[in-house]
């Protein structure tokens, strides 16, 4: 079974452009997560879809960042234009349908993007 | 904002010792969950524990959850070099659908 599957795994812009990643998630998997991982750090959530919806967009910078799960399937996470800060490894996860009232599982997570900006 | 917190920040052990890490979070969670991460790579799911469990074993890891304490720990048993990587726990607060990571401990085996 294949996993998450990202791209592109390495990006370099100058800072002002534009900039796009790309995320399958595992089949049959209606929750999708984008996280942002710093340097050092671990991730910091910025966008969970439950199929096509949005239900936590809280921690997305809404001025320069967006996103879209077209179909509930694939998704694009987009900067523009991008800053030096957003340096950065953007990582795509996905979990299947909660089962019970246990809290949600396992997440799967993609090798993720590295982004660098100059 | 990050829920949980481990300790050490950075550990450096001898092939074949045992690592402990230590995560301490703040609110009250349906569960926790560890992952690693070996460098440039994604995280990997290692093992879940839910708040009504105190200890889950899987192969070589142990991990342990006091509630009272708000603490869990990761043991690694006979470590190999093949487990140097970044550890993290993982919180989700109560019906908050949020999985909430920690900034991790990063481990060395040395051979």
């Known amino acids: 079974e294949a996993g998450v599957v990202q791209s592109p795994r390495y990006k370099i812009i100058e800072k002002k452009q534009p900039v796009a990643f790309w995320c399958n998630p595992i089949?049959?998997?209606?929750?999708l997560y984008w996280y942002l991982q710093n340097l050092g750090q671990g991730p910091e959530l910025l966008i969970r879809y439950e199929n096509e919806e949005a239900v936590d967009d809280s921690q997305l910078p809404k001025d320069r960042f967006s996103a879209e799960r077209l179909k509930g399937v694939d998704s694009t996470l987009k900067i523009q234009p991008a800053e030096l800060g957003d340096s950065a490894v953007y990582l795509c996860a996905s979990s299947p349908p909660v089962v019970g009232t246990g809290g949600f599982g396992e997440l799967f997570f993609g090798e993720g993007s590295r982004l660098t900006v100059l | 904002s990050q829920q949980g917190e481990e300790d050490p920040q950075a550990l450096s052990i001898q092939e074949g010792e045992n690592a402990t890490m230590n995560c301490s979070y703040k609110t009250s969670i349906n569960n926790l969950q560890w992952y690693r991460q070996n460098s440039g790579r994604g995280l990997v799911h290692l093992i879940l524990?839910?708040?009504?469990?105190r200890e889950k074993h899987s192969g070589r890891l142990r991990v342990t959850l006091d509630t009272s304490k708000k603490s869990s720990s990761l043991l690694i048993t006979a470590s190999r070099a093949a487990d140097t990587a970044s550890y993290f726990c993982?919180?989700?607060?109560?019906?908050?659908?949020?999985?909430?990571f920690g900034s991790g401990t990063r481990l060395l085996v040395r051979p």
């Open positions: 089949s049959g998997h209606n929750t």
């Open positions: 524990i839910r708040s009504n469990e």
């Open positions: 993982a919180t989700e607060r109560d019906s908050s659908y949020k999985l909430i």
